[in-house]
């Protein structure tokens, strides 16, 4: 039994705790810091005692002994003022917190200065590690000081001249997921909306289009392979240009959910219903946008929230463990809403 809470503490310390639990301060410490291995009722004697005394660990004290502050940086290029790729922040701030430890942010605003700046700042507030996170998939090239800790990318890759590890995307297997939506329904006159040609994101995605389609020995129609620049308006007008050639599509798989908004505008003015007379299929699962439109939009998404909550746990199991993170491919998901329906002649 824990006698009652001793009067007139101020700051309770380790030997309080030890005093109101009758056992030593070392096995205090032993309990706090799951050093070592004690019975399980003296155990719970001190985290009753830890309980009644309002009892908290002196954090710095004990970051110095193991040389860690128990903090992580984060520098982004945009995301931080972004609802579209916020996630990943919220991924990699919740893991880092179910660990005990606090995630600092810094918005780069895609500037170098900025963002040389920024790395030297954390690093001079001794974070025991550092991540990147970029809001659209790209090429990146961080400070030299960036590596000089346990490091990670998020949603970018390094420039050839020094290798990071990164967690992207699968922009292949989201490709052809969005294939398959429309393959699996039975269509096979498909037309490929895309972003702009030399876009990384862009060439992954048509790539994991054409591997569908070849998977399921559905030709490509190179005609049907169409550029445009991930707005509304290009969609717009590359469906127009479809219909007025006459090309018998009965599905358009686009490069985002903004160019499938594109492609419903034209079509809807064509007097064509979607899904019954069109099937669309989007990217992203942009929030309040892709479930908001009529018809609401079957789309892949990004992993965002994944990718940061998959970094952070690399991260912090990198440093707990003395190893060197090592990157990955995170899955996208196929989101099956009201867009598509099986084709016209079907």
Same mark, same amino acid.
């Given at each position: 039994?824990?006698?009652?809470?001793?009067?007139?503490?101020?700051?309770?310390?380790?030997?309080?705790?030890?005093?109101?639990?009758?056992?030593?301060?070392?096995?205090?410490?032993?309990?706090?810091?799951?050093?070592?291995?004690?019975?399980?009722?003296?155990?719970?004697?001190?985290?009753?005692?830890?309980?009644?005394?309002?009892?908290? +660990?002196?954090?710095?004290?004990?970051?110095?002994?193991?040389?860690?502050?128990?903090?992580?940086?984060?520098?982004?290029?945009?995301?931080?003022?972004?609802?579209?790729?916020?996630?990943?922040?919220?991924?990699?701030?919740?893991? *880092?917190?179910?660990?005990?430890?606090?995630?600092?942010?810094?918005?780069?605003?895609?500037?170098? $200065?900025?963002?040389?700046?920024?790395? !030297?700042?954390?690093? *001079?507030?001794?974070?025991?590690?550092?991540?990147?996170?970029?809001?659209?998939?790209?090429?990146?090239?961080?400070?030299?000081?960036?590596?000089?800790?346990?490091?990670?990318?998020? $949603?970018?890759?390094?420039?050839?001249?020094?290798?990071? +590890?990164?967690?992207? +995307?699968?922009?292949?297997?989201?490709?052809? %997921?969005?294939?398959?939506?429309?393959?699996?329904?039975?269509?096979? /006159?498909?037309?490929?909306?895309?972003?702009?040609?030399?876009?990384?994101?862009?060439?992954?995605? &048509? /790539?994991?289009?054409?591997?569908?389609?070849?998977? /399921? $020995?559905?030709?490509?129609? #190179?005609?049907?392979?169409?550029?445009? $620049?991930?707005?509304?308006?290009?969609?717009?007008?590359?469906?127009?240009?479809?219909?007025? *050639?006459? &090309? !018998?599509?009965?599905?358009?798989?686009?490069?985002?959910?903004?160019? *499938?908004?594109?492609?419903?505008?034209?079509?809807? #003015?064509?007097?064509?219903?979607?899904?019954?007379? %069109?099937? %669309?299929?989007?990217?992203?699962?942009?929030?309040?946008?892709?479930?908001?439109?009529?018809?609401?939009?079957?789309?892949?998404?990004?992993?965002?929230?994944?990718?940061?909550?998959?970094?952070?746990?690399?991260?912090?199991?990198?440093? #707990?463990?003395?190893?060197?993170?090592?990157?990955?491919?995170?899955?996208?998901? %196929?989101?099956?809403?009201?867009?598509?329906?099986?084709?016209?002649?079907?």
């Amino acid at each position: 039994m824990v006698p009652r809470k001793p009067k007139g503490f101020a700051t309770p310390t380790m030997k309080d705790v030890g005093v109101l639990a009758g056992v030593s301060q070392s096995t205090v410490s032993l309990v706090v810091n799951q050093t070592g291995k004690i019975p399980a009722e003296t155990e719970q004697r001190v985290r009753e005692a830890i309980r009644q005394l309002g009892y908290r +660990p002196n954090e710095t004290a004990r970051n110095l002994r193991l040389q860690r502050s128990r903090t992580i940086g984060l520098v982004t290029d945009r995301i931080a003022s972004s609802p579209y790729a916020g996630k990943v922040l919220r991924g990699a701030e919740e893991y *880092a917190w179910e660990r005990d430890y606090l995630l600092l942010l810094v918005d780069a605003k895609q500037d170098t $200065n900025i963002e040389a700046a920024a790395v !030297d700042t954390l690093l *001079a507030r001794q974070v025991d590690g550092l991540l990147y996170a970029a809001m659209s998939w790209h090429e990146v090239d961080t400070p030299e000081s960036f590596s000089s800790l346990p490091s990670l990318l998020i $949603n970018a890759w390094h420039s050839p001249r020094r290798a990071v +590890p990164a967690v992207v +995307p699968d922009e292949v297997g989201g490709g052809r %997921l969005a294939a398959s939506a429309a393959l699996e329904m039975g269509h096979r /006159r498909i037309a490929y909306l895309g972003g702009p040609a030399d876009d990384p994101a862009r060439i992954e995605r &048509e /790539r994991g289009f054409r591997e569908e389609l070849a998977a /399921r $020995n559905v030709p490509v129609n #190179e005609a049907w392979i169409y550029t445009g $620049n991930y707005q509304m308006k290009s969609a717009y007008a590359l469906t127009h240009s479809i219909l007025d *050639a006459g &090309e !018998d599509i009965t599905a358009l798989v686009c490069g985002n959910d903004r160019m *499938a908004a594109g492609a419903l505008l034209a079509a809807l #003015e064509r007097g064509l219903r979607v899904p019954e007379d %069109l099937s %669309l299929v989007g990217y992203d699962d942009q929030e309040e946008f892709a479930d908001e439109v009529t018809p609401a939009l079957t789309t892949v998404t990004i992993p965002h929230y994944e990718m940061g909550r998959v970094a952070a746990e690399q991260l912090l199991e990198a440093l #707990e463990n003395g190893e060197t993170p090592t990157g990955a491919t995170v899955p996208s998901e %196929l989101i099956r809403r009201d867009s598509i329906a099986p084709p016209r002649h079907a």
